[in-house]
């Protein structure tokens, strides 16, 4: 955990640093202001600054490892490839239901979660075919709450 | 008040209660759900009932999956959330002992003894603080949220730096946005949606619900847990397993000691059950004759534990409707269920929809006589679900959350944001950062950023502030008091205990 915490504490610390220094110069913008109040960015700048010196403050304090640390890193190399199936998961389920519709959106979710937790290949289909006619009689027809 | 009351009588409104207990008894027996999840999920669903029955439907699914929790608890020692695993500590051994019915059934008498005590108090208290709220300007409440920010730092333990980052990426997220005050875009990107905010439920949905799926499936898809997992315990197999009087009778003092810490911690803004429970079995160790007994069965244990963290659910409203102030995660939900049905919580609510208000008071009583029938009566056929395969649960809930996510927003934008944010929520339970708490910054950063500015815009003068509004100072004071206590107190098991709550 101790690697994991210096890398993850690193990584937040530039992307803090990244938010101070560009992002809320370049995306927060002044509109009419009452007088004495605090400007817009106030706010942003608090959060970011705080975020970004709690990010520092890990980095330093993990530098030193504790009794609490396993060997077992949270994040091995599996795990990557867990992330990376279930970004391209979530990309196609996106773009389906924004073009072909939510029973292809919702077939495409649980047969890629289904898979990726190594169900029964029949089971998928099932489930993945049932659910989401299921669910979308009862939201669009009886609900009223209509689905893509 | 006489029309709000009646109102909750209705058919219609009681079937909503008794939709709402069941599901979220169901949802909290199954393991690795939690009523926070299917809040997050439901909110939307409550678009087509009248706000009465909106609400009411939502904390029946809160009181009722609390309940649900410690089914899985006892039966099978898998829970669904923190407050759980602590029912289990008990739990568990006792229905390996032969008597799993005696713990299920202390754990419904306990909760709904919380559950009335926590509405008892909301009922008789919420009104005449609505009238002193009206006098606290932003000044007060400034100093209500840093009390409360200091006060969940103070439970962080060693993780405090983890805690503040959180705290604060929620705050940030929360700017995202037209700021109210000037009209500037802030943090928008040029995208349109985005200048009424990240929405709530999206990102609620995300990272309470989907990132809990995410880091389940990794666990079969690494072959972490076996793919089956059978109920070794059956109720009702010990003719002996049942609850007497004098069990429940010897329980009273545990079942009053957690509804009280449950009806105050949920009173604080930004504390949740899970704490509630952890404080009331920490408490009622220290008041025992015989802690070492703790762990073993012990019924004072599972007592404790379920009075408090049910008591949260009635005690949370308290600062959602006096201050607008919502008291969990689970409150800051309901507030979207209030405002989609153009109802907004603060003090002002008493005279604007009194009949809600009281309505809502009369249906939350009515949800705990529903929740104790229901959780008596159903057992068995809610311990049948336990036997689902969890892979099904999960891609119910996967397609839950999309759907979810595009009924609350109306568009794909809801649905983006909730894939994001499911991600997010997923890497935050991987590096152990406490997505609750992030969660909280997002709910109440708004809420501080205005109170802030208006204090600001009020009191020139430091002096003038201080003089006049004596409270912000105090509870500053007692926050920073609070924290520096838990910072300095980490070690202790009890700082250990709430630091696991606070990370969840």
Same mark, same amino acid.
């Given at each position: 955990?101790?690697?994991?915490?210096?890398?993850?504490?690193?990584?937040?610390?530039?992307?803090?640093?990244?938010?101070?220094?560009?992002?809320?110069?370049?995306?927060?913008?002044?509109?009419?202001?009452?007088?004495?109040?605090?400007?817009?960015?106030?706010?942003?700048?608090?959060?970011?600054?705080?975020?970004?010196?709690?990010?520092?403050?890990?980095?330093?304090?993990?530098?030193?490892?504790?009794?609490?640390?396993?060997?077992?890193?949270?994040?091995?190399?599996?795990?990557?490839?867990?992330?990376?199936?279930?970004?391209?998961?979530?990309?196609?389920?996106?773009?389906?239901?924004?073009?072909?519709?939510?029973?292809?959106?919702?077939?495409?979710?649980?047969?890629?979660?289904?898979?990726?937790?190594?169900?029964?290949?029949?089971?998928?289909?099932?489930?993945?075919?049932?659910?989401?006619?299921?669910?979308?009689?009862?939201?669009?027809?009886?609900?009223?709450?209509?689905?893509? | 008040?006489?029309?709000?009351?009646?109102?909750? @009588?209705?058919?219609?409104?009681?079937?909503?209660?008794?939709?709402?207990?069941?599901?979220?008894?169901?949802?909290?027996?199954?393991?690795?759900?939690?009523?926070?999840?299917?809040?997050?999920?439901?909110?939307?669903?409550?678009?087509?009932?009248?706000?009465?029955?909106?609400?009411?439907?939502?904390?029946?699914?809160?009181?009722?999956?609390?309940?649900?929790?410690?089914?899985?608890?006892?039966?099978?020692?898998?829970?669904?959330?923190?407050?759980?695993?602590?029912?289990?500590?008990?739990?568990?051994?006792?229905?390996?002992?032969?008597?799993?019915?005696?713990?299920?059934?202390?754990?419904?008498?306990?909760?709904?003894?919380?559950?009335?005590?926590?509405?008892?108090?909301?009922?008789?208290?919420?009104?005449?603080?609505?009238?002193?709220?009206?006098?606290?300007?932003?000044?007060?409440?400034?100093?209500?949220?840093?009390?409360?920010?200091?006060?969940?730092?103070?439970?962080?333990?060693?993780?405090?730096?983890?805690?503040?980052?959180?705290?604060?990426?929620?705050?940030?997220?929360?700017?995202?946005?037209?700021?109210?005050?000037?009209?500037?875009?802030?943090?928008?990107?040029?995208?349109?949606?985005?200048?009424?905010?990240?929405?709530?439920?999206?990102?609620?949905?995300?990272?309470?619900?989907?990132?809990?799926?995410?880091?389940?499936?990794?666990?079969?898809?690494?072959?972490?847990?076996?793919?089956?997992?059978?109920?070794?315990?059956?109720?009702?197999?010990?003719?002996?397993?049942?609850?007497?009087?004098?069990?429940?009778?010897?329980?009273?003092?545990?079942?009053?000691?957690?509804?009280?810490?449950?009806?105050?911690?949920?009173?604080?803004?930004?504390?949740?059950?899970?704490?509630?429970?952890?404080?009331?079995?920490?408490?009622?160790?220290?008041?025992?004759?015989?802690?070492?007994?703790?762990?073993?069965?012990?019924?004072?244990?599972?007592?404790?534990?379920?009075?408090?963290?049910?008591?949260?659910?009635?005690?949370?409203?308290?600062?959602?409707?006096?201050?607008?102030?919502?008291?969990?995660?689970?409150?800051?939900?309901?507030?979207?269920? $209030?405002?989609?049905?153009?109802?907004?919580?603060?003090? @002002?609510?008493?005279?604007?929809?009194?009949?809600?208000?009281?309505?809502?008071?009369?249906?939350?009583?009515?949800?705990?006589?529903?929740?104790?029938?229901?959780?008596?009566?159903?057992?068995?056929?809610?311990?049948?679900?336990?036997?689902?395969?969890?892979?099904?649960?999960?891609?119910?809930?996967?397609?839950?959350?999309?759907?979810?996510?595009?009924?609350?927003?109306?568009?794909?934008?809801?649905?983006?944001?909730?894939?994001?944010?499911?991600?997010?929520?997923?890497?935050?339970?991987?590096?152990? $950062?406490?997505?609750?708490? @992030?969660?909280?910054?997002?709910?109440?950063?708004?809420? $501080?950023?205005?109170?802030?500015?208006?204090?600001?815009?009020?009191?020139?003068?430091?002096?003038?502030?201080?003089?006049?509004?004596?409270?912000?100072?105090?509870?500053?004071?007692?926050?920073?008091? @609070?924290?520096?206590?838990?910072?300095?107190?980490?070690?202790?098991?009890?700082?250990?205990?709430?630091?696991?709550?606070?990370?969840?």
């Amino acid at each position: 955990m101790q690697r994991t915490d210096l890398v993850s504490a690193g990584i937040l610390f530039v992307a803090g640093l990244a938010v101070i220094l560009w992002v809320i110069p370049t995306y927060v913008t002044v509109g009419m202001q009452t007088d004495g109040d605090l400007s817009p960015a106030f706010m942003p700048y608090v959060a970011a600054v705080l975020a970004t010196g709690a990010a520092g403050a890990l980095f330093v304090a993990r530098l030193t490892p504790n009794a609490a640390d396993d060997d077992e890193p949270p994040l091995p190399l599996e795990s990557w490839y867990f992330i990376g199936a279930t970004t391209l998961i979530f990309a196609v389920t996106f773009v389906l239901m924004s073009t072909a519709g939510y029973l292809y959106a919702g077939a495409t979710i649980i047969a890629g979660f289904m898979m990726l937790a190594r169900a029964n290949p029949k089971a998928v289909v099932v489930t993945a075919i049932a659910l989401p006619i299921t669910l979308w009689v009862l939201f669009s027809k009886l609900l009223g709450f209509p689905l893509p | 008040m006489i029309a709000g009351v009646l109102g909750a @009588f209705h058919p219609i409104n009681i079937a909503f209660i008794m939709l709402g207990v069941s599901l979220g008894i169901l949802v909290g027996a199954i393991p690795g759900m939690s009523a926070p999840m299917a809040i997050a999920i439901g909110v939307p669903l409550t678009y087509a009932m009248n706000p009465v029955s909106a609400i009411a439907f939502l904390l029946g699914v809160h009181k009722g999956g609390e309940y649900g929790g410690a089914i899985t608890s006892i039966l099978i020692n898998t829970p669904g959330e923190v407050s759980s695993a602590l029912t289990a500590i008990d739990g568990y051994p006792l229905a390996k002992q032969g008597k799993p019915r005696k713990a299920l059934m202390m754990s419904l008498y306990a909760s709904v003894a919380g559950d009335i005590f926590a509405d008892t108090v909301l009922i008789l208290s919420a009104a005449p603080l609505a009238i002193l709220a009206l006098q606290m300007g932003p000044a007060e409440i400034l100093g209500v949220l840093i009390f409360s920010f200091a006060f969940i730092s103070s439970l962080l333990g060693r993780s405090v730096l983890k805690g503040v980052f959180a705290l604060s990426s929620g705050i940030l997220i929360a700017t995202v946005g037209l700021d109210i005050e000037s009209g500037g875009e802030r943090l928008t990107f040029g995208i349109l949606d985005l200048q009424d905010g990240v929405p709530l439920v999206a990102i609620a949905i995300g990272v309470l619900a989907f990132g809990e799926v995410l880091v389940q499936v990794e666990e079969y898809f690494r072959r972490s847990i076996p793919d089956t997992e059978d109920i070794q315990i059956k109720i009702g197999a010990n003719k002996d397993d049942y609850l007497s009087w004098q069990e429940l009778k010897g329980c009273l003092r545990a079942i009053l000691r957690g509804s009280v810490i449950g009806t105050g911690v949920g009173a604080l803004p930004g504390l949740g059950a899970s704490v509630a429970a952890f404080l009331a079995y920490g408490a009622e160790r220290r008041a025992s004759k015989n802690p070492e007994q703790f762990g073993t069965g012990k019924l004072e244990g599972i007592a404790a534990i379920e009075s408090a963290n049910n008591a949260v659910i009635g005690s949370s409203l308290i600062p959602l409707l006096t201050l607008g102030i919502p008291g969990s995660a689970t409150a800051a939900l309901i507030v979207g269920a $209030f405002l989609i049905h153009g109802i907004t919580p603060g003090p @002002f609510i008493f005279q604007k929809n009194a009949e809600v208000v009281y309505g809502l008071f009369a249906s939350l009583m009515l949800a705990n006589l529903v929740n104790l029938v229901i959780g008596n009566v159903g057992l068995r056929f809610f311990t049948m679900f336990l036997a689902i395969p969890r892979k099904i649960i999960l891609a119910s809930t996967s397609i839950l959350c999309l759907t979810g996510a595009y009924v609350s927003s109306g568009s794909m934008f809801g649905v983006g944001v909730m894939l994001i944010f499911a991600v997010v929520g997923y890497f935050m339970r991987k590096l152990q $950062f406490p997505f609750i708490i @992030f969660l909280i910054g997002f709910i109440l950063g708004p809420m $501080f950023e205005r109170s802030l500015r208006h204090t600001v815009i009020l009191f020139d003068d430091p002096m003038v502030l201080v003089t006049r509004h004596p409270l912000l100072p105090i509870l500053v004071a007692m926050g920073l008091y @609070f924290a520096w206590r838990g910072i300095r107190a980490k070690r202790s098991p009890d700082a250990v205990l709430s630091q696991a709550a606070a990370e969840e």
